[in-house]
């Protein structure tokens, strides 16, 4: 009779176990995919910061840009924002942009106003490329927004709105257009300009775009003040690595910044070994979704 229970009880819990392994089976759990990640990756040289922000979050990346240069932490206390990354290129001296930054279809800082940029005969033969470099864009498609990495004079796709871009470069995924971009260029099998020194270690920031349009923002920090955090190849290849395919290179070395729920990290090290801190033209920000604009 004992036996016989026992024999019983066994199958009762066999079948509430598969019963239960069915349910999880046509009911899945809810995902946590939803939530923005920050991970730091350490490497050799340098460790890297990345935060991921799903394709299905209720977040979005948007671009800003103040008219005086201003710190990553002010820009993100202004927004209210969860996390924030240093943007687009800029002039420390006359504090004008280099790059182009459109907020909401609204132009926030075009590059063809700086005068210094438009008047410096040393970049006059590559002007049209410096005005022409990769940005990244959000559009707005029926109810859903997209991202890409573009160059400023490429379409609109059929059937969207553009609602924000920010210009910064080169794009280093799937291919690095430095040269295109007019970061890199050579004279008789000679490097005459290298703007950005692409192929030195630096601490880089980036912006990425996996297959699933997931974003990732991107900082590289240096471990040392010398020969320290990664070139533009090696940048790639470790996003890469990490199922990007989108990417394009925000501006670096003492620009370097990235912030997570109230914490700034700085890439760039100074001589002494203490972290660079610089007030930046414009920033990409994680703040909750707005509806639809209608532009």
């Known amino acids: 009779m004992i036996k016989q229970k026992c024999f019983n009880t066994f199958f009762i819990n066999l079948g509430l176990i598969l019963f239960f ?3 999880l089976s046509i009911f899945p759990a809810k995902s946590s995919s939803r939530q923005i990640s920050y991970q730091t990756y350490p490497q050799s040289n340098s460790i890297v910061h990345i935060i991921t922000i ?11 840009a103040n008219n005086e240069l201003t710190t990553l932490k002010k820009f993100v206390i202004q927004s209210n924002a969860i996390a924030g990354i240093n ?3 800029f002039d420390p001296k006359n504090q004008e942009t280099t790059s182009y930054i ?3 279809g609204k132009v926030l800082a075009d590059p063809r106003n700086n005068i210094g940029l438009i008047e410096n005969l040393k ?4 002007i049209g490329k410096i005005l022409n470099r990769s940005e990244f864009r959000s559009y707005i498609c029926g109810k859903d927004i997209q991202y890409d990495v573009t160059l400023h004079s490429d379409p609109i796709p059929l059937g969207c709105q553009l609602q924000d871009a920010l210009g910064a470069g080169p794009k280093i995924l799937p291919l690095e257009t430095s040269i295109q971009e007019g970061f890199v ?13 692409t192929t030195s270690r630096n601490a880089r920031s980036a912006i990425g ?16 003040p010398q020969n320290s955090g990664m070139s533009l190849t090696e940048l790639a290849n470790f996003l890469s690595n990490l199922g990007v395919v989108k990417a394009m290179n925000l501006d670096g070395g003492s620009s370097s910044a990235i912030s997570y729920q109230g914490q700034i990290i700085y890439g760039r090290l100074d001589r002494d070994g203490n972290e660079v801190k610089r007030s930046l033209k414009s920033v990409l920000l994680v703040t909750k979704k ?4 209608d532009l």
């Open 123 to 126: 970049v006059q033969p590559y």
């Open 87 to 89: 943007g687009g290129f």
């Open 185 to 197: 260029a050579y004279k008789d099998g000679k490097v005459v300009r290298n703007a950005i020194q």
């Open 102 to 104: 459109l907020q909401q």
């Open 54 to 64: 799903p394709h299905n979050s209720n977040y979005e990346i948007i671009p800003t």
């Open 209 to 224: 775009i996996t297959k699933n349009q997931d974003i990732l923002l991107v900082m590289v920090q240096q471990r040392s």
């Open 290 to 293: 707005h509806k639809k604009l």
């Open 21 to 23: 392994i069915l349910h």
